[in-house]
C-alpha cells in the first residue's frame, strides 16, 4: 500500500500564495503520473495539475484551464514529493486539495486531503 502525505493547506486572502507538498512513502519513480485534485463545496472533484513520472514522457505536465498561469506542478525526485505552488489565488481555489499518485494506468492511490481556502 502507498501512502500520499499532504502538507501545506491553509487560510490565505486572494492574489496570496501557497505550496502544497505530497511526500510517497516510495520511489515516484514507481508511478505513471502524479497530480492534484481539489474538491469544493457542492462540485465534483476535479483534476488541478498533473505530471508524468516515469518513461519517455516523464516531466510532462497537465494543467487545468482554471489554474494555467497561476499554479506549477513540479518534483524533487529525491524526496519522493510532488509540489503545487499556487500563486494568485482567487476564492474560487477554495477546495479541499488531494494528491494522486497512479502505479498502473488503471490504478489511483489518493492522499487524505489538506483544505485551501481563499478569502476574498
Known amino acids: 500500500q502507498v501512502q500520499l502525505v499532504e502538507s501545506g493547506g491553509g487560510l490565505v486572502q486572494a492574489g496570496e500564495s501557497l505550496r502544497l507538498s505530497c511526500v510517497a512513502s516510495r520511489s515516484i519513480f514507481s508511478f505513471i503520473a502524479m497530480g492534484w485534485y481539489r474538491q469544493a463545496p457542492g462540485k465534483q472533484r476535479e483534476l488541478v495539475a498533473a505530471?508524468?513520472?516515469?518513461?519517455?514522457?516523464?516531466?510532462?505536465?497537465n494543467y487545468a484551464d482554471s489554474v494555467k498561469g497561476r499554479f506549477t506542478i513540479s518534483r524533487d525526485n529525491a524526496k519522493n514529493t510532488v509540489y503545487l505552488q499556487m500563486d494568485s489565488l482567487k476564492p474560487e481555489d477554495t477546495a479541499v486539495y488531494y494528491c494522486t499518485a497512479d502505479p498502473t494506468y488503471s490504478n489511483r492511490y489518493w492522499g487524505q486531503g489538506t483544505q485551501v481556502t481563499v478569502s476574498s
Open positions: 505530471m508524468a513520472t516515469a518513461g519517455s514522457s516523464a516531466g510532462t505536465t
